[in-house]
């Protein structure tokens, strides 16, 4: 594990997710609405078609009050090379977050966690928007057994950023978003990174 994440890392490592000093959601790349079923989204089905169901679903209820908890202080250290402060946002938008990094001593290195409230469709609301609003949508590998998939009002890998849907039950996601550093663009796929990170919020939130 760690040493696939290595590629985020500032100390001893190839390079860093960088960013700037506010979180990626208000900065460079806006975070996606999520667009809401023309009956409601409680109205609505889930899965809907062709999206993968969430056979063992989590509640997400005390990790989504305390968005800081899902990365451990010792997992941003070796994410970003150092100390970062988490760095709360329990009223954004999006739904409540945490951002960590973004200045100069991490080299602008960030990583995102939020847990959307705009919905209540999880991975269905990202597949409906597929090809509309976010015109990047690619399904990564599962993580444990939970989907996953990479989406972005456009394909922002060619400049190292990728965001991330990580489905918790059919109703739910945590979303994870990161930034390479420039001189590391090119050399890995930043939403396969990005799923790394993802795989260590998830075993958070389980308890290990």
Known sequence: ?????AFFALAGCSGAVSGNAEPVAQTGSVE????AGQDGPSAQQVPGKGVP???????IGRPSRAPCTVLT???IGELLGGVAPPKPYLDGAAGPSCYWGGDAAHGNASVEVIFPDVDKLGLTSVYQAAGGAYGFFRPLDPVNGYPIAAYNIRDDRGIGECRVALGVSDRQTV??????ARKNIGKKDPCDSVRGIAEMVLSNIRGG
Do not use: T, W, Y
């Open 73 to 75: 202080a010792q997992q």
């Open 175 to 180: 979303d994870i978003s990161a930034r390479q």
């Open 32 to 35: 996606p609405s999520r667009p």
């Open 53 to 59: 169901k969430v056979e063992h679903p989590i509640d």
């Open 1 to 5: 594990m760690l040493a696939g994440l």
